[in-house]
Nanobody, 119 residues
Framework: QVQLVESGGGLVQAGGSLRLSCAAS????????TGWFRQAPGKEREFVAA????????YYADSVKGRFTISRDNAKNTVYLQMNRLKADDTAVYFC????????????WGKGTLVTVSS
């Protein structure tokens, strides 16, 4: 089992920045992918970004490329999502997820952290 706990959400003005953290515990295998998804009010959950634990491979949704950066600290079992130039459309609950099949098909999910961008 893998446990994922997100933190770092909050309220920010458009154009601002936030950094989300995802602390993972349990059996994180070397071939796992960990990433972020988001769900805005009234919309389906969508992929945001993902990273593999042991390679430099990263994946991004087109809507966040150039603005968001995913990174990891293997020693801390933590994945980060640096979000810059935030827009009102980025408002959503952000979920951390992990799995072997990834980056779009995950096995484990956190409870989410709310990001609200005011325009």
């Amino acid at each position: 089992q893998v446990q994922l706990v997100e933190s770092g959400g909050g309220l920010v003005q458009a154009g601002g920045s936030l950094r989300l953290s995802c602390a993972a515990s349990g059996h994180i295998f070397s071939n796992y992918v960990t990433g972020w998804f988001r769900q805005a009010p009234g919309k389906e959950r969508e992929f945001v970004a993902a990273i593999r634990w042991t390679t430099v491979n990263t994946y991004y949704a087109d809507s966040v490329k150039g603005r968001f950066t995913i990174s990891r600290d293997n020693a801390k079992n933590t994945v980060y999502l640096q979000m810059n130039r935030l827009k009102a459309d980025d408002t959503a609950v952000y979920f951390c997820a992990a799995g072997q099949r990834g980056p779009y098909d995950m096995d484990y999910w956190g409870k989410g952290t709310l990001v609200t961008v005011s325009s």
